[in-house]
DNA sequence: TATTGTTATACTCTATAACTATA
DNA sequence: TATAGTTATAGAGTATAACAATA
């Protein structure tokens, strides 16, 4: 038994690896580690990274209708639906009729939303905090600005 | 009918809200559109990006067990034997016997494999180059730095 | 007693197609 | 004819537990 002394020996190798330059590669695991800490911190409100999305976005009174919601966030329209449902049947949410177009569903937090919302944001922020605590304050700027432009197109 | 003068107005005020410049959100929206890429052009060699990530670790001669491959690309165990299994069910991978630990076994690549992913190489690289054009050489530099780190820990 | 690979199972996420009511 | 929301369904990805062989 030998992997006690030197700790993981065979992926510190393929860290110097092909993909370990991949960007997409390390933008696929970085992610990874993040969604598992976000939803770790989530549990305790009975929220996800995607339940937590939408309530992030009507939580600052956004207005949006389910199609921005499943553009904003890239999901499908369907399941928008399921996580509008589910956030609506806990009073977090609610739908309300766009007067310009009966088509069009706007959604808006409630009081008790908003309430969750705080809260859960506190416990991602120390989650976040944690695991970015090894950029700097001028790093995250870049990190981020770099991100958008990869996540919304040039 | 008036989403056709201006484009999305919906998305473009919430791009500027708070989920704006959540590193994590960020992270998530850039991985999908990276990973909607990839799989899309992986899908002629019948690859995904797990099974690509797996073809190039072993393409390399990393010679890593399932052990290995489990924790690099952070899969669970059970993934990577469904993982072996198909490449394995197409000539692409071989398991080899570790002489050192009757338990494990090692993965190795066969020509076939390294014929495959190296054209499969090619096709996201032209992918990859689309999405990351936007950055300069030396923004792909960092973005790749601060990435390892928040993938593999500081 | 701990670890490697394996099987099994359940849950979450993703992707597609079709339907309704409106525009 | 096209769009917003909805329903249904299947496939991919994630997470957990248990087991046999070996260390």
């Known amino acids: 038994m ?7 020996p065979g992926v510190d190798r393929m860290r110097g690896g092909a993909l370990g330059e991949d960007l997409s590669f390390l933008l696929a695991r970085a992610n990874a580690v993040s969604v598992a800490s976000a ?3 989530l549990a ?3 929220l996800r990274v995607r339940s937590y999305a939408v309530l992030a976005v009507v939580a600052e009174d956004a207005r949006p209708s389910q199609r921005d919601l499943s553009e904003f966030l890239r999901l499908d329209p369907s399941q928008v639906v399921a996580l509008v449902d589910d956030l609506q049947s806990r009073g977090l949410v609610a739908r309300e009729q ?3 177009d009966r088509r069009a569903r706007v959604i808006v937090v409630t009081s008790a939303g908003r309430a969750l919302f705080g809260r859960a944001r506190e416990a991602t922020a120390n989650a976040e905090r944690a695991l970015h605590g090894a950029l700097s304050t001028r790093e ?3 990190l981020s600005g770099m991100l958008h432009r990869l996540a919304f197109g040039a």
């Open 140 to 142: 995250r700027e870049q």
């Open 98 to 100: 766009d007067p310009r």
């Open 39 to 41: 939803n770790a911190a």
């Open 44 to 46: 305790p409100f009975e």
């Open 2 to 8: 030998e992997t006690e002394t030197a700790a993981t």
